[in-house]
């Protein structure tokens, strides 16, 4: 049963396969990389450094879940063949972690 776990954890972990196209797959495989990458900072933002360092708690804790939310919502979208707004919700959260 654990082994079966695992096993679903990579496949959802997994960038898309897109038949026919030799340009998609290349372009999912980045900008999976770069949605787990930044989620999981967010989430050692969210639950690490906020908590510890942020004066104004609430309002960080809203931006950077509403970030997490965009992320997960454009990896949502790159599942689903999606390939072009995936990359604009992904560049639009990369936006407002420089405008922090």
Same mark, same amino acid.
């Given at each position: 049963?654990?082994?079966?776990?695992?096993? @679903? !954890?990579?496949?959802?972990?997994?960038?898309? =396969?897109? $038949? #026919? $196209?030799?340009? @998609? +797959?290349?372009?999912?495989?980045? &900008?999976?990389?770069? !949605?787990?990458?930044?989620?999981?900072?967010?989430?050692?933002?969210?639950? /690490?450094?906020? +908590? =510890?360092? &942020?004066?104004? @708690?609430?309002?960080?804790?809203?931006?950077?879940?509403?970030?997490?939310? #965009?992320? &997960?919502? #454009?990896?949502?979208?790159?599942?689903?063949?999606?390939?072009?707004?995936?990359?604009?919700? /992904?560049?639009? #959260? !990369?936006?407002?972690?420089?405008?922090?």
């Amino acid at each position: 049963m654990r082994f079966w776990m695992v096993n @679903k !954890i990579y496949q959802w972990l997994e960038a898309p =396969i897109f $038949d #026919g $196209d030799e340009e @998609k +797959p290349a372009q999912a495989r980045i &900008a999976n990389t770069l !949605i787990i990458y930044l989620g999981v900072t967010l989430l050692v933002v969210i639950f /690490v450094l906020i +908590p =510890i360092f &942020a004066i104004q @708690k609430i309002g960080s804790w809203i931006l950077s879940i509403t970030m997490l939310c #965009g992320l &997960a919502i #454009g990896r949502r979208l790159m599942k689903h063949n999606k390939i072009w707004l995936s990359k604009t919700r /992904v560049k639009n #959260g !990369i936006h407002k972690i420089r405008i922090l």
